[in-house]
């Protein structure tokens, strides 16, 4: 009967299952972050209830760039935005008529579908900080969380499984 659970060898057999434990306990302990998207900021990047993973380690060597979509935290280690970054630190950022501008140049950005007329005023970013933006803009601005954020808040980017 346990040959049928464990095979010929139940040493190895509970061996290669502890080995996984472990390895799943690491990954998804310490390293990658699990994210079930809520609200439609993200839309069509990310549809409601969709499941993500955040990679905590992702920025150890390099820096958040303009486009990388990020996990931003809230409150504790657990809840968190998903957000676009469009600015970085030292630049000059706004939003004029829905376009975002960054040191006056408008930005392009593919992944945006539909736009609402934004307009905010050009802020300029410390030397940790970042802007960042859901996708869809064509939700009102007031029913939309962005803006700046400092570096220490953003817990690595967005890794896709797809």
């Given at each position: 009967?346990?040959?049928?659970?464990?095979?010929?060898?139940?040493?190895?057999?509970?061996?290669?299952?502890?080995?996984?434990?472990?390895?799943?306990?690491?990954?998804?302990?310490?390293?990658?972050?699990?994210?079930?998207?809520?609200g439609p900021s993200m839309s069509p990047t990310f549809e409601q209830g969709d499941l993500v993973f955040v990679n905590r380690l992702g920025y150890l060597r390099s820096s958040p760039a303009r486009g990388d979509?990020?996990?931003?935290?809230?409150?504790?280690?657990?809840?968190?935005?998903?957000?676009?970054?469009?600015?970085?630190?030292?630049?000059?950022?706004?939003?004029?008529?829905?376009?975002?501008?960054?040191?006056?140049?408008?930005?392009?950005?593919?992944?945006?579908?539909?736009?609402?007329?934004?307009?905010?005023?050009?802020?300029?970013?410390?030397?940790?900080?970042?802007?960042?933006?859901?996708?869809?803009?064509?939700?009102?601005?007031?029913?939309?969380?962005?803006?700046?954020?400092?570096?220490?808040?953003?817990?690595?980017?967005?890794?896709?499984?797809?």
């Open positions: 009967m346990w040959t049928l659970f464990f095979g010929r060898h139940p040493r190895r057999a509970l061996a290669r299952a502890a080995v996984l434990v472990v390895a799943a306990l690491i990954l998804f302990g310490g390293v990658l972050l699990p994210v079930r998207g809520e979509i990020v996990a931003v935290r809230l409150a504790g280690a657990r809840v968190v935005y998903l957000k676009r970054i469009v600015g970085l630190p030292g630049e000059r950022v706004g939003i004029a008529e829905g376009v975002v501008r960054v040191n006056g140049a408008p930005l392009d950005e593919p992944y945006v579908r539909k736009r609402r007329a934004w307009t905010t005023g050009e802020v300029t970013l410390g030397s940790d900080e970042y802007l960042v933006i859901g996708d869809n803009r064509g939700m009102a601005m007031g029913a939309h969380a962005f803006g700046k954020v400092r570096r220490a808040r953003i817990v690595g980017p967005v890794v896709r499984l797809r």
